[in-house]
């Protein structure tokens, strides 16, 4: 995401400056201006009544899309784009060429040998990724470098149409010779989806299809049986194989699991679940959420005891795994309204641009539209099994640009920047977007460079590494540099090891003051994000550390204040029961330490720690 920040501030200069020169705003309506004006003050306004601002203006850190600044990024890109003359067929081409490097890169995984793995681990398998879960089996569920196969299987659907089309467009200008790259691309890419088991791409795609081929049927079903003739057994073939590829894939029923543990819940039941609590986000904050991008916060407020039972329980999930759901959690009716209102406008200019009318339209006048529509089309279903990621959301702003611009129904500028002398007035304005621009550009490199150090702590934070003194460094360089809740969060958790262990050591004064600096970073975190729910669970974890390292009993109680607070957040979480449990038998309050391990099992019933737990306070009561 900081990749698209930077695009989009050297986008936003170099418009800028050729408005500066060309003495004139350089800025072109379009019929989606009034839709994405409301959608994006619905962002505004849910972002101001946010349980967590800093989350709702710069996203949910490691992903970043999504966040206040990354929808005014795309939208900066959308106007960009309609406002100044771009070689779109170009673009497409790029996106298509991208696609064949991704897959090319991840077909090696597919057969054992990853080159993720080579790379990084210098071993050429597959072992550098985890098998907890086939979501992370390149050879079961291929993923190249999108990092999850679902994310693979959307990127590629928007690209299967993209390819379509210039399959069509090669075939339809007589050029028969150079339909073979297209069409072999087409084999590829579908391929790919296949080896992804992504059932949300693969509908998308086979929708798409669907859906062209019913709108063409009405109107052309014999040029199309005579011309495409090539192009249908294509289809017919792809269709065929994606069949036969998924014949044992498709769950019959929900205690069919397509994945190879049967201890792994089917990803589909999970989704329900989530889908449930985001519903009920929705009714609890109906104008505009709990906040852009805080679900990862706001789920724990309404999850369903049921999640509880399933193989995922203790994932953070910091999205709805449906993007429509996920805009009614955490922005209310209004934000999901809006930005249903802003799918719909799109879809009726397209479909009124292209004369989408089943009689009318005789022939391939311009098959972009439909094609590039269809593109589209998949994004809105398989986000409705997923979520959007920075790739996909650049294809959600970008295409509805294209696809205004090649109508021309935007008059783009490709005014060339003059040679004339710039006025006082004209210099005055150029220094401040120089300043700010260089601002900007410093603002990205910082957030990057303090990311690189929050990264490199990390994996010093690794058990096998267990390297605290050198995270410290690395998460106190990253905490100068930019004042990242995260990083405070971090930093406290790695101080509070620390003073373990000097008291180990019997350093007294240096085991004190490393507590102090830990309580300070965890207030901080806890100050900008007071409904986190993670930052309270590292509050409780360092108040047993600080235990240990000072035998104080009063931070035992203050890490049941830190619980009971958690609780108020999170009541269906069992694992805070569990907690509660084991700081009250450490001060040998066995009666409440029942109470609260019974509840722990009561909202997880297979919950095998707190079940031997249990044993071990029955046994010490009867004793």
Known sequence: MLFIYLITVLIAFFWLLKMIFAKKIIFNKTPLDAAIFLFLLSQVLSTVFSIDRHTSLFGYYGRFNGGLLSILSYIILFYGFVSNQVDFKKILKISLLSSILVILW??????????????????????????????????????????????????????????????????????????????????????????????????????????????????????????????????????????????????????????????????????????????????????????????AYSYYFVRPKEHNLTSEWDFIYNKAHNEYLNYLATTGFIGIGSYLLLIFSFIYYSLKISNFKFQILNQFQNPKYP???????????????????????????????????????????????????????????????????????????????????????????????????????????????????????RLSTALAYLSVLASYQKEKEIAKKLVTTSQYYNEMSLKSSPANILYWKTKVKNQLLFYQSTLDKKELHKGIESLNQAVKLSPNDPKLFYYLSFFYQTLVLEDQALRNINRSIELKPNYQEAIDFKTELLKKVKD
């Not at 669907?210 to 294509?234: A, G, P």
């Not at 590039?372 to 509805?400: D, K």
């Not at 977007?433 to 690794?462: C, E």
Request: aromatic letters at 20%; proline letters at 4%.
């Open 106 to 295: 991840g077909l090696p995984g597919k057969f054992g040998h990853d080159l993720t793995c080579l790379i990084f681990m210098k071993r050429f398998d597959n072992l550098c990724w985890s098998t907890e879960t086939n979501v992370f089996n390149p050879a079961e569920r291929m993923f190249s470098t999108l990092g999850q196969p679902n994310w693979l299987g959307a990127y590629l659907a928007i690209n299967f149409f993209i390819g379509i089309y210039f399959l069509i467009n090669q075939y339809q200008i007589s050029k028969i010779k150079n339909i073979y790259l297209p069409a072999i691309y087409l084999l590829l890419n579908f391929l790919t989806i296949l080896f992804t088991k992504s059932r949300s791409a693969l509908i998308s795609v086979v929708i798409g299809l669907l859906i062209f081929f019913v709108y063409r049927y009405f109107s052309l079903i014999k040029k199309i049986l005579i011309k495409y003739k090539f192009f249908l057994l294509l289809i017919c073939i792809i269709f065929l194989f994606s069949i036969f590829y998924f014949r044992n894939y498709f769950p019959i029923s929900n205690n069919h699991s397509p994945t190879s543990n049967p201890s792994v819940t089917e990803s589909l039941d999970i989704r329900k679940i989530v889908w449930k609590g985001a519903i009920d986000l929705g009714r609890k904050y109906p104008l505009f959420g709990t906040g852009v991008e805080t679900f």
């Open 371 to 489: 094609f590039l529509l269809l593109a589209w089309l998949t994004i809105l279903i398989t986000n409705f099994f997923g979520f959007s990621t920075t790739t996909i959301n650049l294809f959600f702003y970008l295409i509805p640009a294209f696809i205004v611009s090649l109508r021309g129904t935007s008059e783009a500028s490709d005014e060339a920047i003059s040679s004339k002398n710039l006025n006082v007035y004209q210099w005055g304005v150029l220094f401040l977007l120089l300043s700010s621009t260089l601002y900007l550009l410093f603002s990205i490199s910082i957030y990057w460079l303090a990311d690189s150090y929050y990264a490199k702590a990390l994996q010093y934070l690794n058990p096998q590494s267990n390297s605290y003194q050198q995270a410290v460094y690395d998460l106190e360089r990253a905490y100068s540099l930019r004042k990242e809740p995260v990083y405070a969060d």
